[in-house]
């Protein structure tokens, strides 16, 4: 399984702006900073955050990024998702008649990556960015 720095990146930077949302809109440049992420490759996450709806730009001096909806009602799947970014621990696709291995079964071990995936999805699912939020908090203490 693969999780490219795209994803890690879009969680990291909407968990930034997340804790600091409810104050002002947060700027590109502010979660670059404190993150340790490229402005140019943040701006090119944001664009299909956007996208997706899950921030909006607040232009002006003290413009900046938003959350569209609650930390908790935003999933690490629908970041994933706009990033367009796949968990996947199969190279073959599901619906396909082809295994893994490009013959015409599935390899001895398909099973068991497929049902891993499902775990790791399902994971996803559950976790929002308010539940990273507080996580945070929590180890602070």
């Known amino acids: 399984m693969k999780l490219t720095s ?28 404190r993150q340790g992420i490229s402005l140019d490759y943040l701006e090119q996450i944001f664009s299909k955050l956007r996208k997706k709806d899950i921030v909006q730009s607040v232009r002006g001096n003290q413009g900046g990024y938003v959350l569209n909806k609650k930390a908790k009602e935003i999933k690490l ?7 367009d970014e796949k968990v ?38 559950k976790k929002s960015l308010e539940d990273l939020i507080q996580d945070n908090v929590e180890r602070r203490i």
């Open 77 to 83: 799947t629908n970041i994933f998702d706009a990033v």
């Open 88 to 125: 996947k621990t199969v190279q073959c696709k599901k619906e396909s008649k082809k295994g893994c291995n490009g013959k015409s079964t599935k390899c001895l071990t398909h099973n068991l990556w497929d049902e891993l995936e499902n775990h790791i999805n399902d994971f996803f699912e």
């Open 6 to 33: 795209k994803g890690r990146y879009a969680v990291m930077a909407l968990v930034d702006l997340a804790r600091f949302n409810n104050i002002n809109p947060v700027s590109l440049r502010d979660i670059s900073l």
